[in-house]
Structure formats: C-alpha cells, structure tokens
C-alpha cells in the first residue's frame, strides 16, 4: 500500500511541477523579449515585436483534460482531497 501510494503521488507530482516550471519560465519571455537590441530595427519589425511582447504577456499553460490547469497549486488541492477523502473512509471503516 505503501508503495502505492508513493507511485500514485509521484504520477500526479511530475506533470503538475512540470506544468508549474513551465509557467513561471514562460512569465519570463516578456522581459527577456524586451530586453534584446530591438530599437535600431525597422517600423515592421518593431511592430511585430510588439504583438510579440503581447502575446508572451499571458503564461503558458498545460491543462490536464481540458479542464484543469497542471500545477503545483493543482497538486497540493489534490492531496488535500485525497488526504481527505482517505480520513473520512478510515473513520467510516472504524465504526
């Protein structure tokens, strides 16, 4: 059982702090974007490097099924629930 649930635990970990470093690397795009040399470029250059920084403004997401987003935060709420839930079956299966 044990083992169980380390493997369980790990299954649902690695995609959700994966999906999580994936977002704060892609919060960084904006600044590094705008950082690099863009002022001696042509009028359609800068005006694709603005749709560009724009664009890159909203993080990148992984979403487990569509309906929920793979993070950290997404981890610990479903530890909290099966913790939870594991507690309630426990104190049902001692009466």
């Not at 690695?14 to 704060?24: A, K, N, Y």
């Not at 709420?77 to 049902?92: E, P, V, W």
Request: hydrophobic share 45%.
């Amino acid at each position: 059982l044990t083992l169980y649930t380390v493997v369980m635990t790990l299954q649902v970990m690695v995609p959700c702090w994966f999906g999580s470093r994936l977002m704060e690397k892609s919060s960084q795009i904006p600044f590094a974007v705008y950082n690099c040399d863009w002022t001696p470029r042509c009028r359609r250059f800068k005006s694709n490097f603005r749709l560009l920084v724009e664009r890159a403004n909203r993080p990148i997401t992984i979403k487990g099924g569509k309906m929920f987003v793979l993070s950290l935060a997404t981890f610990t709420a479903i530890m909290n629930s099966s913790y939870s839930f594991f507690t309630l079956l426990r104190h049902m299966q001692s009466r």
